[in-house]
């Protein structure tokens, strides 16, 4: 790209140097610096029908690979939350092979035999952390998949948490672990079987079954719009939590 | 068994065993104690001693589908007994580890296993995947 | 191996602060002696009882085991090739990660966690290209491995025999135990070092202690089959009637080990052959019974139980204090 040059790529009056010279899949593009990935592949022409999703960075479906020239590490980013830099040579990874196993979760016990009964490759993990490494949620993958041997479900949940499933650990882990079926697995047990329940709920549930709430819900149904209105904008939602002196205090909920 | 030796012919297999082991192979005086004390000898075929005289001789190549390598659990009770102080358990891990690195895979578990390999104990699970799996 | 201190045993308690060398600390004077522990996944799974009966009769022996934090497993059996780098990278991770949190020294229980470590600490420290990759690897300015202990020397040579035997309270008298070292707790002997490879005396020593009448067992460094379990049961239960036999022979009430697959094993070959199980135990189970632990929260198993039912009430300590008087 010659800097004397007056074209002006963007269209946006947006100058020369701030474009970016990428490769995309081994074919070079030039787009302008600052777009996401995600737009930048459009931008160079792409139309995307795989590996593109919510655009939020929550689906994990935009997981995306790239290496800087002149530097061996490979570094990663979901394409719809990293921005283009010069020199980035990318790749996505949209799907990677991990059959996901069928499972009764109360049928199943909250341990590690139930980990390993579904996923016994964990205890081929070599510990070399190569998962977390390449997470662009930047999670301790191979922490929680030690917690998974060690059976401590809750561990793995909480580590696990923020986990978009995007599969590049399962691209990159030598010992073939799918390590988000693992996670996922984890945190359903952890729910179905560990968590205490909220009675709370289960008695609400009770009365709502044997018809306490019938009458009042039949009421609503039968209420015309102004009293739904006026019904809905002054519910308090948290009585316990209620400032004094709020509107839905002075509604007479004091 | 006919061999036909050849001053310095040591064949591949030899050659990367006797590299990966780090144990001076030719001090094996063929005494047989190892295989005489090995809890495993009787699964094996052909006996440790065998082995290492085979390594010996040049011929490992011919220790290529041999159970030995599998069978061996790495006890180092033939270490603890060898006069010389050599360790067999080292040559029989670099006997697997060169099979292993040509791709061979005696455990071969699959996802179907895995309800059996949960009621076997952990540490044995793992080690059997380090040793004898790819 | 014991370091006996002219009879005064030397109690080396490590601190947690960052680095903190080790300091002799009399646990007589009222304060425990600490060391960093890892358990390893086993302890944490099927073989609680290990783990939990450990902790009981180090607390009844005012020893502390400070379990690391956030540890990963230890390996799986160490590498035993010169170029299997990332075999290592799992115990050198372990290691690095106690020294890091303060502890100079490791405490293990697990014969295999123990054995993985220790061999890999022995190459860490003679391997120089093995040491330069997995450096490297873990992106480590230096290598700075925790020791590797098992509890039996922790036991042996800092608590010391005669200080164990004064405060066993509960003596196992008429308790006719086999006690089976396995494999991975002894050999290779240049890299262990805990006892001798062929003929150790640690557990005697320890279970004589207790006031058990220790059988001389022929088969005690024998291997169970190890792995085998998973590969190849047949070979297991080979290697497993050999011990077996020979604790029959010994005529043993209970095997001792420190291993949870010799355990699983002994235990597994023996109810298949549906003659008498001799039942299991590990050696922290006795001790722990033998310093005054209740028995119902040492995980004994049924045949364990049963084994423990026929021995003479322990006395308690006031008709010992009586008789003494």
Known sequence: MNPESTTDLTGTGVSPDSVAR??????RHEVPAGLTILKAMEHAGYRLV????CRGGFCGACATVYRKAGDYRLQVGLACQTSVEDGMYLTQIPFYPAP???????????SAATLIGFFPEILRCIQCNTCAKVCPQGLEVMRYVAAAQQGDLKRVAELSFDCIACGLCVSRCPAEIAHYHVGLLSRRLHAAHQIPRASHLADRLKEIEVGAFDEDLDALCKADRDTLRSLYTQRVIEPEEEIVGSSAARAGRG | MSLLLTPGTKDDLTREVADLCEQNLYACYQCGKCSATCPLSFAMGILPHQVLRLLQLGHGERLVASQAPWVCVGCMSCAALCPKGLDLSRIMEALRTVRMRRLESPLRT??????????????AVVAAMRKVSR | MSDRNGGKPVITGVGTGPDTSASPSDSTAGEAAVYGYFPGCELR????????????ACRALRVELREMKDWTCCGGL?????????GLLAPTRVLVEARAQGYEELVTLCAYCFNTLKRAHFML???????RHVTAFLELGELRPARVLHL???LRDRVGIERIEQAVNSPLHGLKVAPYYGCLLLRPAQEIGLDDPEDPSVLEELLGALGCDVTAFQAKSDCCGSYHIVTDPESVARCADTVLDAVAEAEAAVVVTSCPVCQFNLDWRGSLAGNGRTPVVYFTQLLALALGEPIEQLGFDESALAALALLPAPRSSDERSQEER
Do not use: C, F
């Open chain 2, 110 to 123: 699959t996802q179907r296993d895995g309800k059996w390999l949960a009621t076997l104990p952990q540490s």
């Open chain 1, 50 to 53: 795989r590996g593109v999703g």
């Open chain 3, 78 to 86: 160490a590498p035993q090739v010169r170029d299997d780098y990332a």
């Open chain 1, 100 to 110: 996901k196993p069928l499972y009764d979760i109360h049928e199943l016990a909250p």
């Open chain 3, 125 to 131: 420290e003679h391997n120089a290209d093995a040491r």
């Open chain 3, 152 to 154: 039996l020397e922790v």
């Open chain 1, 22 to 27: 990428i490769h995309i899949m081994g074919k």
């Open chain 3, 45 to 56: 799974t099927r073989s609680t009882a290990l783990d939990s009966s450990a902790r009981q």
